[in-house]
């Protein structure tokens, strides 16, 4: 599973890679000679600085300097060629499809055997518990994970003012964490305890999203340090709590398709919640909600775990 989910994160460090060179330029590159005499640059957080010889805003100066004629993003391109991958990805699945269809069809399938029971008999409001805890969790990561994902360019743009060209990088350096979390996740599931593994990540994430709140404005760096930290200890956690959770209890059916429903449900409800709070506090809000998240993430498991230990698996 640690294996399967590696291909994702593969495919989030690609992709920053192949929207950047589609960005429309910064406006310190499109605002020419008028620009580097007022010495812009991206760390001056103010949007409304009255000059001293100008009755006039510094934020219409930069519009001027900005509203170079054929400059035009081409963002679209990389929407394209998305499209494009995705179709063939498609094709090649159903070109497996067709041609293992006849072996499908014919294969023989065993009669009805009894399956063996390897879970003990436990009482079903335990079951149910523990899979909608479980439900929670993975919700709760996934608030953190595509909110993270999403946003992370917005955040260092707009937030801590870097060219677009660094905070694609940065974009890139969070889904490389990603995947090097989720190549470890492989052999780590073999040595370690998923609970130990889910504890350890939790702890990361919110240790690591506490610098990145508190100490991102003191240097350029905290941000590339924390979001490759904080991006490595989230990558295997998801697998993990599946995994986990087999450990108790038996995952198929119903609870199995639970825990998509919940990726989804948390891809969603998190931009909105993020597009709530900006829109009110500014992009600042983007690390306090995704350091929250990660808290809230921290408590469910330790109360999960606590409730599990209830009914060893024998």
């Known amino acids: 599973m640690q294996a399967f989910h590696c291909w994702f994160a593969l495919g989030g460090v690609v992709a920053p890679l192949i929207v950047r060179p589609f960005l429309a330029p910064d406006s310190d590159q499109t605002g020419g000679e008028l620009a580097g005499e007022l010495d812009f640059n991206d760390a001056i957080p103010q949007n409304n600085i009255s000059l001293p010889c100008f009755n006039t805003p510094l934020q219409l100066v930069t519009n001027v300097a900005t509203s170079s004629p054929g400059i035009e993003t081409e963002i679209w391109m990389s929407y394209l060629l998305t499209g494009c991958l995705v179709v063939l990805s498609a094709l090649s699945f159903f070109i497996v499809l067709i041609v293992s269809q006849k072996q499908m069809l014919s294969q023989a399938f065993p009669a009805n055997k009894k399956d063996v029971d390897i879970y003990p008999l436990k009482p079903k409001h335990y079951i149910i518990t523990l899979a909608f805890s479980t439900w929670v969790l993975c919700f709760s990561f996934c608030v953190l994970e595509v909110t993270c994902r999403n946003y992370i360019f917005s955040y260092a743009v707009e937030y801590l003012y870097l060219s677009k060209d660094t905070a694609a990088y940065v ?131 330790i109360c999960l775990q606590a409730y599990a230990w209830k009914y060893q698996k024998v």
Request: charged share 5%.
């Open 171 to 301: 974009d890139a350096a969070f889904w490389l964490g990603f995947l090097c979390g989720r190549i470890v996740g492989i052999f780590i599931i073999r040595c370690l305890p998923t609970s130990v593994i889910l504890f350890a990540g939790n702890i990361i994430i919110c240790m690591s999203l506490m610098i990145l709140v508190f100490l991102v404005n003191v240097h350029t760096s905290i941000i590339w340090i924390c979001v490759t930290i904080s991006s490595f200890a989230l990558g295997p956690v998801f697998a993990a709590t599946i995994t986990w959770l087999q450990t108790y209890i038996e995952v198929k059916g119903l609870i199995g398709s639970g825990f998509v429903v919940a990726g989804y449900l948390g891809g969603g409800v998190g931009p909105i919640i993020l597009g709530a709070l900006a829109s009110e506090y500014g992009y600042v809000a983007f690390g306090y909600m995704i350091l929250v998240d990660s808290l809230i993430s921290l408590t469910i498991f």
